[in-house]
């Protein structure tokens, strides 16, 4: 269940609970499961136990490291200051923006939390450090860094501000039929209070594209994901299932499997698709839980659907650019992406 479900479909302080529950099974996990605990937490209107909960993730980084504390920081930091913490959110967002994260997610929030409050230079201030920092000599910016320009664009907006190049670059990458600039003209909000059908009706139409461009950007589940074994990890596997061997001959056998069954996926119309990396541990813990043998192939695809579940699944195919999905560490267009990425 995403957080981002309708109030009246889910019981959110429920799912937050049975996500709580879902961590403590799952502890390689619980950082992604915590965080969308909390998210479940402040729709429920219940903030200080969200707090509660940021504050066990960066507790317990301590002893087990965080993946993106920066990123708990910047949702500790835009809860606490809904419920009138305000002094300790602005010394948590300072910290967060002096940290400089590499991931723009952190960006985002803080800036988005210092626009909400109509802090609107200390926001524009903050998403023009953040694209300063992971933009310059970038050919192209990679998706995760789109809000980044897009928040910018809006502030700037408000502000009254001429475009600038990086204005223009939102306008490139926004692909709504409405574009960013009527989108964030602030003028838009005097349409509400207007007698005038038309202008109401063109109103919902902006609202409209708007939701589009948030549904698109949450709606990054991946039902249908590939399970890559790492080369270290599939030869444990073998050493320790040899009747496996049948399904992966050999490493590059598997790779290029995978990226043939996406791209064939992917011709026929299926969405939403990805790659989930497995470990020997989790699939051995896996087929314990199923009470099956770990050499039963058919569990496979079963295992690889319950990592993706748990929000471990990378996007297929890899923005441009980026890195490509089986480790190599080249773009996936020099890899396993060559022979499309003229294309793409």
């Known amino acids: ?169 939102a306008d490139t990458l926004h692909s709504m039929p409405i574009s960013l600039d ?17 202008d109401l009706e063109a109103e919902i139409s902006r609202l409209r594209a708007e939701l589009g461009a948030y549904r698109e950007a949450l709606s990054r589940p991946f039902p249908v994901a590939m399970l890559h074994w790492p080369a270290d990890e599939l030869a444990e596997l073998i050493e320790a299932y040899p009747s496996l061997s049948s399904e992966y001959p050999s490493y590059d056998d598997h790779l290029a499997s995978i990226e043939a069954a996406l791209r064939e996926l992917a011709s026929s119309g299926t969405a939403n698709l990805g790659v989930v990396p497995g470990t020997v541990p989790s699939y051995e813990a896996f087929a314990a839980s199923e009470g099956a043998s770990p050499a039963d192939p058919i569990l496979l695809p079963q295992y690889a659907t319950t990592l993706a579940a748990r929000g471990l699944a990378v996007a297929w195919p890899p923005q441009r650019g980026a890195s490509c999905w089986c480790g190599s560490g080249r773009t996936y267009g020099e890899c396993h992406g060559e022979d499309v990425a003229g294309g793409r």
């Open 1 to 169: 269940m995403r957080p981002d479900t309708p109030a009246e479909n889910v019981d959110h302080a429920a799912e937050a609970a049975r996500l709580e529950r879902t961590a403590g099974l799952y502890p390689e996990d619980a950082e992604a499961l915590l965080l969308r605990a909390a998210a479940h937490l402040e729709l429920s209107g219940d903030r200080p136990a969200a707090t509660k909960l940021y504050d066990r993730l960066l507790s317990s980084g301590t002893s087990v490291p965080l993946d993106n504390p920066p990123l708990v920081r910047a949702l500790k930091a835009s809860n606490l200051w809904e419920y009138d913490h305000e002094a300790e959110a602005r010394a948590i967002i300072d910290g967060v923006r002096a940290a400089s994260p590499r991931d723009p997610a952190p960006w985002v929030i803080v800036a988005e939390a210092l626009e909400s409050h109509d802090e609107l230079e200390a926001a524009h201030e903050t998403f023009t450090e953040g694209a300063r920092l992971l933009l310059t000599d970038v050919p192209e910016p990679p998706y995760s860094t789109h809000p980044l320009l897009y928040g910018r664009h809006r502030v700037r907006r408000m502000l009254g501000l001429a475009h600038d190049e990086w204005d223009t670059l």
């Open 182 to 198: 009527e989108l964030h003209d602030p003028k838009r909000v005097w349409s509400l209070g207007s007698d005038n059908p038309a």
